[in-house]
C-alpha cells in the first residue's frame, strides 16, 4: 500500500465520517446536555494540542522555552490584554530564555 493508497482511504473514511453527521436527528443535538459535551469536547481537544505542541518533542517530554511562554501568553488572556500583545510578549520571553541559556 503506497501513501497515495492511505490518502486515498482517510479521504473516504473522512467523508464517511462527515456524511453519517448529517443522519443524526436535529433534536438530538439542540438538546442542552449534548451541546454542552460538544462545547467542552472541542475545548479538551485543543488543550490536548497545545500540551503536546508545549510539552512533547517526539515521544519525549520536552521542557525549554515554550513553557515560561506559554505561562505569560495565559496570564495575558487572563488579563484581556490584546492578542497582538500577548503574541509579542510570549515571542520575547522564549527568545530571552533562549538567548540565556
Known amino acids: 500500500m503506497t501513501a497515495w493508497h492511505i490518502v486515498l482511504l482517510a479521504?473516504?473514511?473522512c467523508f464517511g465520517?462527515?456524511?453519517?453527521?448529517?443522519?443524526?436527528?436535529?433534536r438530538l443535538i439542540e438538546r442542552p446536555t449534548p451541546a454542552r459535551?460538544?462545547?467542552?469536547?472541542?475545548?479538551?481537544l485543543l488543550a490536548a494540542l497545545i500540551s503536546l505542541?508545549?510539552?512533547a518533542q517526539g515521544q519525549?517530554?520536552?521542557?525549554d522555552a515554550r513553557?515560561?511562554?506559554?505561562?505569560?501568553?495565559?496570564?495575558?488572556?487572563?488579563?484581556r490584554v490584546p492578542f497582538i500583545v500577548v503574541v509579542v510578549?510570549?515571542?520575547a520571553v522564549a527568545a530571552g530564555i533562549r538567548a540565556l541559556s
Open 67 to 79: 513553557v515560561p511562554a506559554v505561562l505569560v501568553a495565559a496570564v495575558l488572556f487572563a488579563l
Open 17 to 26: 465520517l462527515k456524511s453519517l453527521g448529517y443522519l443524526v436527528p436535529a
Open 11 to 13: 479521504s473516504i473514511i
Open 37 to 44: 459535551m460538544v462545547d467542552l469536547l472541542t475545548v479538551a
Open 53 to 55: 505542541q508545549t510539552f
Open 89 to 91: 510578549a510570549a515571542a
Open 60 to 63: 519525549q517530554l520536552q521542557l
